[in-house]
Nanobody, 125 residues
């Protein structure tokens, strides 16, 4: 089982990045996918979630209107499109998979079945 996140990098304020999360070793289309992030000196927080089918999404208030979560079940891949990036978006971003119908009611990390290694996003001002 593996979740491989990629796409992070250095970007200027107002710029965009798209993160990818490629899954292998489990039935990807049976799992909701979430993106979390952890900024330096802060606890990890949930950013966005998408249901197994892609029909439902939920976002943290801090990214609503700027980030878009999506998935392509044929490619076993989840995405996080990040636009209008701010310095406070600087963090290590993680993807995680949860065996659930719909979207999670909360971003409780203990509930997640699988986690990927993070990818670093740095937004410079």
């Amino acid at each position: 089982v593996q979740l491989q996140a990629s796409g992070g990098g250095l970007v200027q304020v107002g710029g965009s990045l798209r993160l990818s999360c490629v899954a292998s070793g489990f039935a990807f289309d049976y799992y909701a996918i979430s993106w979390f992030r952890q900024a330096p000196g802060k606890e990890r927080e949930g950013v966005a979630s998408i249901s197994h089918s892609g029909s439902m999404t939920v976002y943290a208030e801090s990214v609503k209107g700027r980030f878009t979560i999506s998935r392509d079940n044929a490619k076993n891949t989840g995405y996080l499109q990040m636009n209008s990036l701010k310095p406070e978006d600087t963090a290590v971003y993680y993807c995680a998979a949860l065996s659930i119908r719909g979207v999670p009611s909360s971003w409780s990390e203990m509930e997640y079945n699988y986690w990927g290694h993070g990818t670093l996003v740095t937004v410079s001002s």
